[in-house]
Nanobody
Framework: QVQLVESGGGLVQPGGSLRLSCAVS????????IGWFRQAPGKEREGFGC????????NYRPSVRGRFTISRDSAENTVYLQMSSLRSEDTAVYYC?????????????????WGQGTQVTVSS
């Protein structure tokens, strides 16, 4: 069973930065796609970023491109989400998800394994 644990959420002022971590309990992370999703209050969960550990390709939704950066530490089986220039509309519960799919995806249904989520609140 693949387990994911997110950490690093918290309260940050608009314009600030925060780094989330997603630790994945697998023997080898190489064959996985890791997706980042978020769910704002009263809204549906949406995918906004994804990394293919296999080939290193990374995709971002336009709303976060240029502000968010996904990276990986394969030796530690951990994926990071560096968020900067945060806005109030970035307030949400952030989730990472994993599965052995062919390529990056922003669809919830493509991922079987999910973390518990971590709250990010952007407010002054």
């Amino acid at each position: 069973q693949v387990q994911l644990v997110e950490s690093g959420g918290g309260l940050v002022q608009p314009g600030g930065s925060l780094r989330l971590s997603c630790a994945v309990s697998v023997e080898r992370l190489d064959n996985y796609i890791i997706g980042w999703f978020r769910q704002a209050p009263g809204k549906e969960r949406e995918g906004f970023g994804c990394i293919s550990i296999r080939d290193g390709s990374i995709n971002y939704r336009p709303s976060v491109r240029g502000r968010f950066t996904i990276s990986r530490d394969s030796a530690e089986n951990t994926v990071y989400l560096q968020m900067s220039s945060l806005r109030s509309e970035d307030t949400a519960v952030y989730y990472c998800a994993a599965d052995k799919i062919h390529s990056c995806s922003g669809y919830i249904s493509d991922f079987r394994f999910w973390g518990q989520g971590t709250q990010v609140t952007v407010s002054s």
